[in-house]
């Protein structure tokens, strides 16, 4: 590859070289993950966070059955640490949702709402395994670049494919919901517009088998197609 230059990897490119880290000594290799030499305590650390995490998705998986009886709630995902399997035990719970043109104010509102008549919003003190209802998109304005820190923005760009649908739309005839442009890539989520479905139990039960203990799955964990 040349200096500079931007490709998609596919998994057996990024196997290979995984390897070549291993036999170089430059990553080592413990329980099915990759970490660097001296820092094995990690995938201990990784295997009691995904134990602890449990109690955090299925509350999550809850808020989502109440949250999609909203026809103008198009998206609800689970953010950072928790999408990632790696929350501390006292970390809350955050969520990105996407609404309805013209419906974010309504839409905050109710999703608010029904969180807190559950009982399980982030307020004060009660930090620990609460919904932080930190993102909201309208389906007017998706686009995240006006976010990004500049056009090699990794983090955004790992933030955006990390996210974790728990409720969406059909896939049979997509759109776009959410794009991030980063070094020359563009990452987003399809989705269709035509028939809302309620998939919140069949889609976190599908993106949880696909992760190994600990990890990430072995296919592209993403928001997004690239």
């Not at 990784?46 to 026809?71: D, G, I, M």
């Not at 759109?175 to 889609?203: F, Q």
């Amino acid at each position: 590859r040349g200096e500079g230059e931007t490709w998609i990897a596919g998994q057996d490119e990024v196997q290979a070289a995984l390897d070549r880290l291993v036999a170089a000594q430059k990553v080592v290799v413990r329980d099915g993950h990759y970490c660097l030499p001296g820092r094995e305590q990690f995938v201990v650390q990784r295997a009691a966070r995904l134990v602890q995490n449990e109690k955090k998705w299925k509350r999550a998986k809850t808020v989502a059955r109440f949250v999609e009886l909203f026809p103008f709630v198009k998206f609800v995902g689970v953010a950072n640490t928790l999408a990632l399997n790696n929350a501390r035990s006292e970390s809350d719970i955050d969520l990105l949702v996407v609404t309805s043109e013209s419906r974010i104010w309504l839409g905050r509102m109710m999703v608010t709402g029904i969180t807190e008549l559950l009982g399980y919003r982030r307020h004060g003190d009660k930090i620990r395994d609460r919904i932080c209802l930190s993102f909201y998109l309208t389906r007017a304005a998706l686009g995240l670049q006006q976010l990004a820190l500049g056009p090699d923005d990794h983090h955004l760009a790992v933030w955006a494919t990390q996210v974790v649908p728990l409720m969406e739309t059909s896939t049979t005839a997509s759109t776009t919901l959410i794009a991030v442009v980063v070094c020359g890539m563009s990452y987003s989520l399809e989705l269709d517009d035509a028939k809302r479905e309620p998939r919140a139990v069949k889609l976190l039960s599908a993106r949880i088998e696909d992760r190994p203990e600990g990890g990430h799955s072995r296919e592209r964990d993403a928001l997004a197609t690239v």
